[in-house]
């Protein structure tokens, strides 16, 4: 067999060898699939769609409750292959895992809330005969594509609603972390779930990508990733619902009332989790200028002193990034903004796909890095003097998916969090806060729809209205 080895994936002809990203071990294979494949797949969901269409509502809840039960058991297990084949340490793998159970756990409960309304037909003049209601009804094939970075809870996010819903999925996980997700979709064959209404493809988005999202009975794309993919997904998709979960350049503001503890805490844990590869890291911290000097010298120490090393031990803060490829890609964009002025307060050494942690300041704002998410262990530090300039700084880019705040006036916290131009605003915790319970999505160029179960769940079903228009006197007349 002819075997090829390109960054870090090895090809064999028709499978995907899963390589762990710290030493190149090999942690599994998945077969790639072909175009071919995906149009079988999505005739196999389309089928099963219509066979199922009206699978009771009680059917889809009891697997999705089962497969949380499933999961927590084997919470261990699942923690080890997420640690191994992407980018987590143990420990960020297993707050993955518990998140995942509970995303599964709270879609399992959304199919009873999935509910709709009788409609007041008789508030137009000459509809008073009328009586009707809405409902939800599920869309039909759903094609669900993840990124790497949390690659079981963010499928789970749209493979839990989508069932809720009552949708035939096709899921498309990323071609360097599928085994977490084929573990999952496999818990799903123990339940009473019938076959075809959640297809698992894995294979290359380049191959099998616009195959799947062009296909007119696919009707909705559920997207998560980077927004070239995205910008690409909606120029061939077609006529059909998209939700685009995209990336951000997230910004932090610390005022001077702040409680520096807290602020220093979660703004740290919100920059260096899951080694930056995480759509809500801090990218941006913004200090007033009182408080610049000292922050920026505990930030820095703080980051120096994380432990970067083996995934599976627990004492490791953080782990190297998804491949050698990404790292060149960051150190670029760092000594871009070095070449430009920039200065560098930690870190910006590169080992392999390491990068280490890294605080940069005077950043010029026509640089790159200013701009474009980094996607890594890189955060930068900017000085402002008054609120107005730290929304505008804050407003600066073409992101918008969440915002923290640190201060204790409430007047402040207010003024600032409607004034943001993002999704969602923490107020007293970093932009990286969130529970899958919570709407969750971008404005700007972080993307379309929201998240979150109930959020999810709504936007992958349609709504169908019913109508009767009856008659004043009817046939069947008694004496009464
Ligand atoms: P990516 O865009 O490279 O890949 C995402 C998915 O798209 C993968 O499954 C990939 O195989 C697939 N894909 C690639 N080409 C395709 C095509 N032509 N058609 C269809 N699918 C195709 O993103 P990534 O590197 O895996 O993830 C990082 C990005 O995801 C970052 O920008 C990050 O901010 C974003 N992200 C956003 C959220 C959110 O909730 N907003 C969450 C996590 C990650």
Same mark, same amino acid.
């Given at each position: 067999m002819v075997m090829t080895i390109v960054e870090n994936e090895v090809q064999i002809p028709g499978q995907i060898v899963v390589l762990d990203p710290q030493d190149g071990s090999t942690v599994g294979t998945v077969p790639a699939a072909s175009k071919a494949d995906a149009e079988r797949a999505v005739d196999f969901a389309s089928?099963?769609?219509?066979?199922?269409?009206?699978l009771p509502a009680n059917v889809r809840s009891?697997?999705?409750?089962?497969?949380?039960?499933?999961?927590?058991?084997?919470?261990?297990?699942?923690? #080890?292959?997420?640690?191994?084949?992407?980018?987590?340490?143990?420990?960020?793998?297993?707050?993955?895992?518990?998140?995942?159970?509970n995303t599964l756990k709270l879609s399992a409960e959304e199919v009873s809330r999935l509910t709709g309304e009788t409609i007041p037909f008789d508030q137009?003049?000459?509809?008073?005969?009328?009586?009707?209601?809405?409902? #939800?009804?599920?869309?039909?094939?759903?094609?669900?594509?993840?990124?790497?970075?949390?690659?079981l809870n963010l499928v789970a996010h749209k493979i839990g609603p989508a069932?809720?819903?009552?949708?035939?999925?096709?899921?498309?996980?990323?071609?360097?972390?599928?085994?977490?997700?084929?573990?999952?979709?496999?818990?799903?064959?123990?339940?009473?779930?019938?076959?075809?209404?959640?297809?698992?493809l894995t294979g290359r988005g380049s191959e099998i990508g616009d195959t799947l999202v062009s296909d007119p009975r696919v009707r909705m794309i559920s997207f998560t990733g980077g927004k070239d993919v995205g910008k690409h997904i909606q120029a061939i998709a077609g006529v059909k619902k998209l939700a685009m979960e995209l990336g951000s350049?997230?910004?932090?503001?610390?005022?001077?009332?702040?409680?520096?503890?807290?602020?220093?805490?979660?703004?740290?844990?919100?920059?260096?989790?899951?080694?930056?590869?995480?759509?809500?890291?801090v990218q941006r911290l913004l200090l007033h200028e009182t408080i610049f000097d000292d922050?920026? #010298?505990?930030?820095?120490?703080?980051?120096?002193?994380?432990?970067?090393?083996?995934?599976?031990?627990?004492?490791?803060?953080?782990?190297?990034?998804?491949?050698?490829?990404?790292?060149?890609?960051?150190?670029?964009?760092?000594?871009?903004?070095?070449?430009?002025?920039?200065?560098?307060?930690?870190?910006?050494? #590169?080992?392999?796909?390491?990068?280490?942690?890294?605080?940069?300041a005077n950043v010029d704002p026509t640089c790159a890095i200013a701009e474009e998410e980094v996607f890594g262990p890189v955060t930068i530090l900017e000085r402002f003097n008054s609120v107005e300039e730290a929304i505008a700084k804050a407003n600066s880019v073409d992101h918008g998916l969440q915002a923290g705040i640190f201060t204790r006036d409430l007047n402040i916290a207010f003024r600032v969090a409607d004034a943001l131009d993002c999704g969602g605003v923490m107020i007293n915790d970093s932009s990286d806060f969130r529970i899958d319970a919570m709407p969750f999505g971008g404005t700007k160029g972080s993307g379309i729809g929201r998240e979150g179960v109930a959020h999810a769940a709504r936007e992958m079903s349609d709504v169908k209205t019913y109508c009767f228009n009856l008659q004043q006197s009817v046939g069947c007349e008694t004496d009464l």
């Open positions: 089928r099963a769609f219509e066979s199922y269409r009206t009891s697997a999705l409750a089962e497969v949380a039960k499933l999961l927590h058991e084997e919470r261990e297990e699942f923690s #080890r292959l997420i640690a191994r084949e992407g980018i987590k340490t143990i420990r960020e793998a297993r707050r993955e895992v518990a998140r995942c159970v137009a003049e000459g509809s008073e005969n009328r009586v009707g209601y809405y409902r #939800r009804i599920p869309l039909g094939v759903v094609v669900a594509i993840t990124p790497f970075n949390d690659p069932i809720a819903a009552g949708n035939a999925v096709i899921l498309k996980p990323h071609s360097e972390t599928p085994l977490s997700a084929q573990r999952l979709v496999n818990l799903f064959a123990r339940t009473g779930l019938p076959a075809g209404l959640l297809q698992m350049s997230c910004p932090v503001i610390v005022f001077p009332d702040a409680d520096e503890a807290l602020a220093l805490d979660a703004s740290i844990s919100g920059a260096f989790w899951a080694a930056g590869q995480n759509c809500l890291h922050f920026a #010298r505990q930030f820095c120490q703080r980051a120096t002193a994380l432990r970067v090393g083996n995934k599976l031990d627990d004492a490791t803060d953080m782990g190297p990034m998804i491949n050698e490829q990404a790292a060149k890609k960051l150190e670029a964009l760092v000594v871009d903004a070095l070449d430009s002025g920039a200065s560098l307060l930690c870190g910006g050494r #590169r080992q392999g796909n390491v990068f280490f942690p890294t605080v940069l």
